[in-house]
């Protein structure tokens, strides 16, 4: 599969998915509901800049497999709250996964109009059970996406930040997934300073250099 991005083809790697599927099982209804998100993607990224067109060779390891990595951390949960989605990752890849699960509600945030126009679309041709909110993280009201059991965030901002944008929304007894890179402890050492964090780290299964980030309780210094 190809899709012309600035005048240059840009090809899938044709083994790419079937390696993703390997770290990352899913049931044959969510691998086709992956292929037909992957297809919409391809076709929107010729005029919309979702992920980045180096990227797309592996767009199955380095996007759906990190995506479907967070779904064993959190067994059982139904409501999920992703904040900067983009392109759909994570938020759109669990949706997919919890498509058939009864009560399942993924909601998604992005301030950028054509992206999340892209996520609608998504959402409205695969029959997701997802929710798009077009505004700011700092303008998200808790009670528009409560109760919320997991909170997700991708390549977003350093941990300090993200702290201050998860805390407000943070119910007690949820959690907040962080898919983050090599340079987490250093960010968590330095969040520290304002916040009090319990978290665990997890090996990436994607990057062997990533981590992700399991917040099980947040609140500010002081």
């Known amino acids: 599969m190809a899709t012309t991005i600035s005048a240059k083809t840009v090809t899938l790697d044709p083994a790419d998915r079937e390696r993703a599927l390997a770290l990352t099982p899913v049931s044959r209804e969510t691998a086709d509901r992956l292929d037909r998100f992957v297809a919409l993607l391809l076709t929107w990224q010729a005029t919309t800049n979702l992920i980045a067109p180096s990227t797309i060779p592996h767009l199955w390891t380095r996007h759906i497999a990190d995506s479907l990595q967070l779904l064993p951390l959190a067994p059982g949960a139904r409501r999920w709250l992703d904040l900067g989605t983009g392109g759909g990752f994570p938020g759109l890849v669990i949706a997919c996964a919890l498509a058939e699960e009864p009560g399942a509600a993924i909601h998604l945030v992005d301030s950028?109009?054509?992206?999340?126009?892209?996520?609608?679309?998504?959402?409205?041709?695969?029959?997701?059970?997802?929710?798009?909110?077009?505004m700011r993280i700092e303008d998200l009201v808790a009670d528009a996406v409560a109760?919320?059991?997991?909170?997700?965030?991708?390549?977003?901002?350093?941990?300090?930040?993200?702290?201050?944008?998860?805390?407000?929304?943070?119910?007690?007894?949820?959690?907040?997934?962080?898919?983050?890179?090599?340079?987490?402890?250093?960010?968590?050492?330095?969040?520290?300073?304002?916040?009090?964090?319990?978290?665990?780290?997890?090996p990436s299964r994607t990057d062997p250099q990533g981590r992700i980030v399991i917040i099980r309780a947040l609140e500010p210094r002081g």
């Open 147 to 202: 109760p919320c059991e997991v909170i997700t965030v991708r390549a977003l901002a350093p941990m300090g930040k993200l702290a201050g944008l998860i805390h407000p929304l943070m119910a007690p007894g949820a959690k907040a997934l962080l898919l983050k890179g090599q340079d987490v402890e250093a960010e968590l050492t330095d969040a520290s300073k304002y916040w009090n964090i319990a978290a665990d780290l997890v």
């Open 112 to 134: 950028q109009t054509r992206r999340a126009a892209f996520l609608r679309e998504v959402i409205r041709v695969l029959a997701l059970p997802a929710i798009v909110h077009c």
